[in-house]
């Protein structure tokens, strides 16, 4: 498979498939395509793994689509104004994602739900008790809000993060909470009670306007 990615703001990743090679897609991902891609909607590995995909936030089925008859191309759009990435999944090369960042992958990638360890952190991190893992093997595109910074952390190396900013970040971090101190940079500071937490080895994928904040925004003007 070739693909581009393309726009500023509003991108699109653009897919070209060879005869019968197949991608997958999130439900509405799908802008354009060639006549000859045929699409099948399947549950990819039954109704379980359905169920695990809507807990983490994606639709429970997911759609398939091939290259019949001589190559293909078909497209996916983000949904939201921000950045499409490209990630190459392979063992020990997983990566945790937020909900909804699941744009398409080539079939041999498996996206299943994830659990936060620590129950704290689910409640009070801001990145919520469950987010997608991603592993198997192949190219898949991520869906990132606003624009991205990466960071590669090193063994025991911690970056703190305000809630909602965590795109993503690869399977051997760990994520933690910390309280903010102090009573006024609590009441005044307007940070929010807790940071997230996350500890190296490995990268972690920061997005500068998550869609929460957005929606706060909005909701401030009503």
């Known amino acids: 498979m070739k693909y581009t990615i393309e726009g500023k703001n509003l991108p699109v990743s653009l897919c070209e498939l060879h005869e019968n090679e197949t991608i997958v897609s999130e439900g509405g991902a799908m802008c354009w395509m060639s006549p000859n891609m045929e699409m099948?909607?399947?549950t990819r590995g039954g109704f379980k793994k359905a169920?695990?995909?809507s807990l983490s936030g994606e639709r429970a089925f997911q759609n398939i689509y091939r290259a019949k008859k001589g190559p293909a191309t078909i497209a996916f759009a983000s949904k939201f104004p921000g950045t499409?990435?490209?990630y190459d999944v392979f063992?020990?090369?997983?990566?945790?994602?937020q909900k909804s960042s699941f744009i398409a992958s080539e079939e041999g990638v498996d996206a299943s739900v994830y659990f936060q360890e620590k129950l704290s952190t689910a409640m009070f991190g801001g990145e919520g008790?469950?987010?997608q893992k991603l592993s198997g093997n192949g190219k898949a595109f991520l869906e990132i809000d606003g624009d991205i910074k990466i960071y590669d952390l090193m063994p025991g190396e911690e970056i703190i993060i305000d809630t909602?900013?965590?795109?993503?970040?690869?399977?051997t971090c760990s994520m933690d909470i910390k309280k903010i101190s102090g009573v006024k940079n609590v009441l005044f500071g307007g940070e929010g009670?807790?940071?997230t937490i996350v500890r190296g080895p490995g990268k972690v994928y920061l997005q500068t306007m998550p869609i929460s904040k957005?929606?706060?925004?909005?909701?401030m003007d009503e």
């Open 40 to 42: 099948k909607t399947s």
């Open 51 to 53: 169920f695990g995909r």
């Open 84 to 86: 499409i990435i490209s």
């Open 91 to 97: 063992y020990g090369n997983e990566i945790i994602v």
């Open 129 to 131: 008790f469950i987010m």
């Open 164 to 171: 909602g900013h965590l795109a993503a970040m690869s399977r």
């Open 193 to 195: 009670l807790f940071n």
């Open 214 to 219: 957005l929606r706060a925004l909005f909701t």
